[in-house]
């Protein structure tokens, strides 16, 4: 019997593995980008709830309209929607939008030319012009005539779509007033544009969104000519600029004003109108 040399023996390596038991894959970044997007979607729901109105509906409107062909401005219905606000470009588009919604309307179609829109420093201007015999008014008081309650409805449901703040206006002519008692031209262009005011919020408008109600009486004539003259007496609806141009325009607004105060002539004594 031979006897092996143990030089000859055959060598056996051992390696033993360390540390973590097993490959993981990837599922772990699967589920910390679930964490990560969860944390996001709760702060963005945090900023939401601590944000104006305005902004709230410019994410709403961009959610209607992710591709932004609808508006320039937010929702795009009819070309004009929720947004952060009319600028001053656009409001030749809500002019004719709000033209064209009154030309669709038989019953309003009649009235288009009592019906006067002009883009001022301070707004979208919309003038509701009496003829002699009252159109949107009843004579002299401030009750609404049917015509007068669906041509403020309509300009409600429209406006309301808006970001913007609204600015009503009461105006009256220089005749005098027929009542005996204190109630003036003042009360009388005051009642008016808060039974404007009443009628477009009961018809759309949020109650945050009339910004002013104001009465001028006789001060402020379409036509400081004739001041007698029927469409004197109106109801002025102004649509506010976007605050991103509200600044600018409002120094434009201020030296309107000024230049309508110097070509009114106030004739002397007169304290009443229709």
Same mark, same amino acid.
């Given at each position: 019997?031979?006897?092996?040399?143990?030089?000859?023996?055959?060598?056996?390596?051992?390696?033993?593995?360390?540390?973590?038991?097993?490959?993981?894959?990837?599922?772990?970044?699967?589920?910390?980008?679930?964490?990560?997007?969860?944390?996001?979607? #709760?702060?963005?729901?945090?900023?939401?709830?601590?944000?104006?109105?305005?902004?709230?509906?410019?994410?709403?409107?961009?959610?209607?309209?992710?591709?932004?062909?609808?508006?320039?401005? *937010?929702?795009?219905?009819?070309?004009?929607?929720?947004?952060?606000?009319?600028?001053? $470009?656009?409001?030749?588009?809500?002019? &004719?939008?709000? &033209?064209?919604?009154?030309?669709?309307?038989?019953?309003?179609?009649?009235?288009?030319?009592?019906?006067?829109?002009?883009?001022?420093?301070?707004?979208?201007?919309?003038? #509701?012009?009496?003829? &002699?015999?009252?159109?949107?008014?009843?004579? *002299?008081?401030?009750?609404?005539?049917?015509?007068?309650?669906?041509?403020?409805?309509?300009?409600? +449901?429209?406006?309301? !779509?808006?970001?913007?703040?609204?600015?009503?206006?009461?105006?009256?002519?220089?005749?005098?007033?027929?009542?005996?008692?204190?109630?003036?031209?003042?009360?009388?262009?005051?009642?008016? +544009?808060?039974?404007?005011?009443?009628?477009?919020? !009961?018809?759309?408008?949020?109650?945050?969104? %009339?910004? &002013?109600?104001?009465?001028?009486?006789?001060?402020?004539?379409?036509?400081?000519?004739?001041?007698?003259?029927?469409?004197?007496?109106?109801?002025? %609806?102004?649509?506010?600029?976007?605050?991103?141009?509200?600044?600018?325009?409002?120094?434009?607004?201020?030296?309107?004003?000024?230049?309508?105060?110097?070509? %009114? $002539?106030?004739?002397?004594?007169?304290?009443?109108?229709?």
């Amino acid at each position: 019997m031979s006897v092996q040399n143990p030089d000859n023996a055959p060598i056996i390596i051992v390696k033993k593995k360390g540390g973590h038991g097993g490959h993981h894959g990837g599922a772990w970044k699967v589920a910390y980008a679930d964490f990560v997007t969860a944390m996001m979607a #709760l702060f963005i729901v945090l900023w939401l709830m601590n944000t104006s109105d305005t902004v709230k509906q410019a994410v709403a409107g961009y959610f209607r309209d992710p591709s932004g062909k609808g508006a320039a401005q *937010g929702s795009g219905q009819g070309g004009i929607g929720e947004g952060i606000g009319i600028g001053k $470009s656009d409001m030749n588009k809500l002019k &004719e939008k709000l &033209e064209d919604a009154i030309k669709q309307m038989p019953e309003m179609a009649a009235l288009k030319d009592q019906v006067q829109m002009t883009v001022t420093g301070e707004g979208l201007r919309i003038e #509701l012009l009496e003829k &002699e015999v009252g159109t949107f008014f009843e004579t *002299g008081n401030a009750q609404p005539t049917g015509p007068g309650e669906e041509m403020l409805h309509l300009l409600a +449901a429209e406006l309301a !779509r808006l970001p913007n703040l609204v600015l009503i206006e009461g105006h009256t002519d220089a005749r005098p007033f027929g009542s005996k008692d204190a109630y003036t031209n003042w009360e009388l262009s005051t009642d008016r +544009a808060n039974a404007a005011r009443r009628l477009m919020q !009961r018809d759309g408008l949020r109650s945050d969104q %009339v910004a &002013e109600v104001r009465g001028y009486a006789d001060q402020r004539l379409r036509k400081p000519d004739e001041p007698n003259h029927a469409s004197n007496r109106r109801i002025s %609806v102004t649509v506010k600029y976007g605050p991103a141009e509200g600044a600018a325009s409002q120094q434009q607004a201020v030296a309107e004003e000024r230049e309508e105060k110097a070509d %009114v $002539s106030k004739p002397g004594g007169h304290t009443g109108g229709h």
